[in-house]
């Protein structure tokens, strides 16, 4: 399930600013569509906008409330109330990563069920200081199992030599066994939550283990305007045919 969101305070209508040809949620749809390991592909969205444009594309979305605070929440309401089928585990991708892998998506998903996690999600180790300050971009530290200690903005973990200098960014996407995202929904909004901006960190401060498989693949999600450009720079390399 992706979840589109309208009323982005950084960029208002995000899912249909167009990167190059297409809306970005197109694009993060074509990519979805290319994973082996998923059974169905919905997009879930609170503005009839987006629903419509969706649907130009041929793409399975339904129309949920505004009022929801988060991704996941979005997610869960459109599994509790529209999906009919019964599904062990649901991913959460977020609507506004263009560049997202779908072999990195089938290798989160066949690890995740290999090792009958009950929340996943990827990171990319980086060594850019300027990423690593960028407040944007999620760090994650992980324990020796690879679970998640820690999601932040802030520049974690500090490094006291800097000759070995690289850290784990978080990658938009989330993997839930079906009981735990019914959990998730059910608990109230933590006060790391808040204070990060961060969704994850309801888990953890419940207690709930979120495992980190490591990504092949970089990203670049759509935060603000000049995110679209840098996007359609990679995507331009990537496919030198498109105009």
Not at 29 to 47: F, H, P, Q, S
Not at 84 to 112: A, H, R
């Amino acid at each position: 399930i992706i979840p589109a969101r309208y009323g982005s305070k950084r960029l208002r209508g995000k899912p249909l600013v167009k990167i190059l040809n297409k809306p970005l949620i197109e694009w993060v749809y074509e990519n979805v569509k290319k994973c082996k390991n998923l059974e169905r592909i919905v997009i879930a969205t609170d503005d009839e906008r987006i629903l419509n444009k969706c649907k130009e594309f041929g793409a399975e979305t339904y129309l949920t409330p505004k009022d929801l605070e988060s991704g996941s929440d979005r997610v869960f309401w459109t599994y509790k109330n529209l999906i009919k089928e019964n599904y062990d585990y649901i991913l959460n991708l977020q609507g506004d990563e263009p560049l997202i892998s779908p072999c990195d998506i089938d290798f989160l998903i066949s690890e995740t069920e290999k090792l009958m996690c009950e929340v996943s999600t990827l990171g990319y180790p980086l060594n850019s200081l300027k990423k690593f300050k960028n407040e944007n971009i999620v760090k994650i530290v992980c324990d020796k199992e690879g679970k998640a200690i820690y999601f932040s903005r802030s520049p974690i973990p500090f490094f006291k030599e800097k000759k070995e200098f690289k850290f784990l960014k978080h990658i938009g996407v989330y993997l839930f066994r079906k009981d735990i995202l019914f959990l998730f929904h059910s608990l109230k909004k933590s006060y790391l939550e808040e204070k990060e901006n961060l969704e994850q960190l309801r888990l953890i401060e419940n207690g709930i283990p979120i495992f980190v498989f490591e990504a092949k693949n970089d990203t670049h999600p759509v935060d603000k305007k000049e995110d679209v450009k840098e996007v359609e720079k990679i995507l331009k390399k990537k496919f030198k045919n498109i105009i």
